[in-house]
């Protein structure tokens, strides 16, 4: 076998839960450790650890990607009542995903994974559809009441400089309900949109946004505002890649993507970037399609798969079943720590491997070997042949063997 590349710089590994937990080690040490020599600041985000640790090992892990620039990440539980008993925590942990966009302030970009023999549900779609997620404020970082009796609901904003606050009546409440308090930043805003016409260059697609601002006369407006002052700057650069920035309301800009050819990045608001982007990868195949990566305005990168931890499988896995789960996402994630660590580091000898591991992941598939989730929505071939996790992930590893002995 060849010299293990090596990789200059630090990745930071945040580890994860249930199954996708099961699958990171496997990946690690059948298709990494064997060819990579990496210098590795890995932190246990399992839920465990983030109980013993009152949270704080995902603050840590957020600040060593803001020091090394490149982090890869697991799937994660966010915990809820149930996962409080499961795992008898101290508390309900918050989201780790959303403590680390809050901290690097990102936007998250989703692609799918593309393979011949896997055709999109949307038979219009020729091309990936990336969708741009702004990773900040929202219904993610809100606080919530709930109201048990009648009472006055208002919105208040008090001025540092003590002047006047200013004063909306939300709701008088003749009986119980709930309220809740949003925000966003300009700032933050401006950062997405920069990110996201800097993201739509790069790739040299053209650039939506979409947002409900009929409605949401101020909130909303702001980002159609702000992404429209924006486009003005990239004016220049778009029309010599041949892109456009185009803007439409929320439903327009779904009912659009259905008849689209692909070839878009689709800007969303925090909430639609996180449904719109399940919908995308189950109609491109399978959730365990689609990558992801946060990228911070100073230009960190955190890389991650779209799914969350698989828990039903793991419930399997836990009881000695085998798993046909679907570690594709994941080891994109992977590859692309790696290609952008190659990337910052001047050496290509990295990208070049992580370019020839997901060649070989995609050749596997396309060769009929595959998970459950992706045999249903395949061509049907008589080369298909359903595996389980481990069985998948040698083949890779054999077809990955080949490429660099
Ligand atoms: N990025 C993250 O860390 C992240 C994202 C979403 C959910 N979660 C967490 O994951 C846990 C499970 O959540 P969920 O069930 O809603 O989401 P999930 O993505 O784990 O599963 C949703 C569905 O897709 C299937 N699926 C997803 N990934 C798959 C894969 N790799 N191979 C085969 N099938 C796959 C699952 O079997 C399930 O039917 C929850 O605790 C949630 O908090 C984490």
């Known amino acids: 076998m060849s010299k293990k590349v090596h990789v200059k710089g630090t990745l930071v590994e945040l580890d994860g839960d249930e199954m996708t937990r099961v699958m990171w080690k496997m990946v690690k040490e059948k298709l990494l450790l064997p060819y990579v020599d990496m210098e590795i600041e890995y932190f246990d985000l399992g839920l465990p650890n983030r109980d013993k640790t009152y949270d704080r090992v995902t603050l840590e892990a957020a600040e060593a990607i803001k020091k090394h620039w490149v982090g890869v990440k697991c799937a994660t539980i966010t915990p809820n009542k149930d996962r409080i008993k499961e795992y008898n925590l101290k508390k309900e942990w918050p989201s780790p995903n959303g403590t680390l966009r809050a901290v690097l302030d990102g936007t998250i970009f989703r692609s799918p994974i593309l393979v011949s023999n896997i055709l999109p549900t949307v038979k219009a779609w020729k091309k990936p559809i990336h969708i741009g997620r702004h990773a900040y404020g929202d219904v993610y970082k809100n606080q919530e009441i709930r109201v048990e009796q009648p009472g006055t609901a208002e919105l208040v904003f008090s001025p540092a400089d003590g002047s006047a606050p200013t004063k909306r009546l939300v709701h008088e409440f003749k009986g119980p309900g709930i309220l809740q308090g949003i925000h966003n930043t300009d700032d933050s805003i401006r950062k997405f949109a920069k990110a996201c016409f800097t993201y739509a260059l790069d790739q040299k697609v053209d650039l939506w946004f979409s947002d409900k601002d009929t409605i949401s006369k101020t909130y909303d407006s702001r980002f159609t ?59 491109y195949g399978s959730l365990a399609m689609m990558s992801s990566v946060l990228v911070s305005p100073s230009g960190q990168f ?52 992580a370019q020839q591991l997901e060649n070989a992941a995609l050749e596997t598939v396309q060769s009929g070997v595959m998970t459950g989730d992706l045999v249903k929505v395949a061509v049907p071939s008589s080369n298909n042949k359903v595996v389980y996790t481990e069985e998948f992930v040698d083949a890779i590893a054999a077809n990955l063997r080949r490429k660099i002995d």
């Not at 892109?243 to 969303?268: K, N, P, Q």
């Not at 799914?307 to 994630?333: C, D, R, W």
């Not at 952008?340 to 990208?351: A, H, Q, S």
């Open 225 to 283: 505002q702000i992404f429209r002052e924006e486009s003005e700057n990239w004016k220049t650069e778009f029309e010599q890649a041949h892109i456009t920035y185009f803007f439409t309301l929320i439903d327009d800009a779904v009912a659009r993507i259905m008849r689209s050819e692909g070839g878009i990045l689709w800007a969303c608001k925090n909430y639609d970037g996180d449904v719109m982007s399940d919908m995308l990868g189950s109609a």
């Open 302 to 353: 955190e890389y991650e798969a779209a799914h969350g931890t698989v828990q039903k499988h793991y419930y399997k896995h836990l009881k000695g079943e085998k798993t046909s789960s679907n570690p594709m996402a994941l080891i994109f994630a992977w590859t692309g720590a790696l290609k952008k660590r190659g990337e910052l580091d001047k050496t290509p000898d990295v990208v070049a491997f």
